[in-house]
Structure formats: structure tokens, C-alpha cells
């Protein structure tokens, strides 16, 4: 099992930065691959970006420019810069690793608040 604990969250204003961070149980080498999602009240999870245990980056033609998704590893701690925040990025993010043990392992941290606003 995963246990993932997200941090980071908070209040910024329009044009600033944020650095998220979600600290895993286990190496985050031994996750087939960890994200970051992002969830707007009443709509479903919508990946922001992921990075595989050999260290492959992704990101949607949506989230491309602006957030950057990196790892310490001797932390097995995962991160999410986000940089020239809009008040549309205003959510609740989300930390995911998939296949652990099994190609079907999915987990979820608690989430943390990102609120944009002046």
C-alpha cells in the first residue's frame, strides 16, 4: 500500500507561485507512475501532470507551460511547481500513484486547496 500526503496548498494572488509537494510511503522508483490532478467543485479529476518511476514527464496541451512537475527521490517526495496563477486554477489538487505491487494499484492523497485570488 501508498500512503500519500500532499502539502503546499494556500491562498496566492494572480500572477504568483505555488510549489506543491505529496511525500509517498514507499519509493516513488518503484511507482509505475505519479500525478497530479486537479478537481473544480462538481466536475471530475483532471490530470495536471504525471511523471513515470523513470522519470518521464507529461502534461496536457491544457497545463503545458506553466506547471512543472518534478521528484526528490531521497525524499520519495513528488512536486508541483505552478507558476503565474490565474484564479481559474482555483481547486483542490490531488496526488495519484499508480502500480505499486499491482498494475492496478490506485491512490489517492487527501488533497490540498489552491485558492488564486487578489
Known amino acids: 500500500q501508498v500512503q500519500l500526503v500532499e502539502s503546499g496548498g494556500g491562498l496566492v494572488q494572480p500572477g504568483g507561485s505555488l510549489r506543491l509537494s505529496c511525500a509517498a510511503s514507499r519509493s516513488i522508483f518503484s511507482i509505475t507512475i505519479m500525478g497530479w490532478y486537479r478537481q473544480p467543485p462538481g466536475e471530475e479529476r483532471e490530470l495536471v501532470a504525471s511523471i513515470t518511476g523513470g522519470g518521464t514527464r507529461y502534461y496536457p496541451d491544457s497545463m503545458k507551460g506553466r506547471f512543472t512537475i518534478s521528484r526528490d527521490g531521497a525524499k520519495n517526495t513528488v512536486y508541483l511547481q505552478m507558476n503565474s496563477l490565474k484564479p481559474e486554477n482555483t481547486d483542490v489538487y490531488f496526488c495519484?500513484?499508480?502500480?505499486?505491487?499491482?498494475?492496478?494499484?490506485?491512490?489517492w492523497g487527501q488533497g490540498t486547496q489552491v485558492t488564486v485570488s487578489s
Open positions: 495519484n500513484a499508480r502500480g505499486y505491487a499491482y498494475a492496478t494499484d490506485n491512490y
